[in-house]
């Protein structure tokens, strides 16, 4: 079902269970994974003049090259190919201008799941990309909870 999965990640520890998630299915259907870690350079735009960007700019690509060598390891202690890239722009447009040309069949994402006033004033990349990406997307709640604490929250929901 799935050829080609594309995963976005921030590099945090929260982010990994969205790695994980692409991963698992990947495994499954034979799929290779593309991971990519964006750049945002217009959250650097208030910085002074004075700031050194190529400085900044130099971090945040080491930052991004350390987030998908992770990925890369995890892909391959699971066996599974994996496709790395660092790239520059918004955040929520390139994750979806990454779809479509690589032929990707699937995005999944990590969301923090915030809603009302927070989403409002922050904003929802993973909401911005589902609504825009020409493939499905599979959004992954991360956050402070474990798994097994959002898992036994959901039962507990259900009974």
Request: charged content about 25%; hydrophobic content about 40%.
């Amino acid at each position: 079902m799935y050829d080609r999965i594309l995963v976005p990640t921030d590099g945090s520890r929260e982010g990994e269970r969205a790695v994980e998630y692409a991963l698992e299915l990947a495994a499954t259907h034979g799929a290779t994974v593309k991971a990519i870690y964006v750049v945002n350079a217009a959250s650097y735009g208030g910085l002074p003049m004075e700031t050194a960007w190529d400085g900044i700019s130099d971090a945040l690509r080491e930052e991004g090259q350390s987030a998908v060598d992770r990925v890369e390891e995890m892909a391959e202690a699971r066996g599974v190919e994996a496709e790395t890239s660092v790239v520059e722009g918004s955040p929520s447009r390139v994750i979806v201008e990454q779809a479509a040309p690589d032929r990707c069949d699937l995005v999944v994402m990590g969301t923090h799941g915030r809603g009302g006033i927070d989403r409002l004033l922050l904003g929802s990349v993973a909401e911005r990309v589902v609504r825009s990406s020409p493939v499905p997307v599979l959004t992954v709640r991360v956050g402070d909870e474990s798994y097994e604490e959002a898992a036994a929250g959901v039962e507990a929901a259900v009974e």
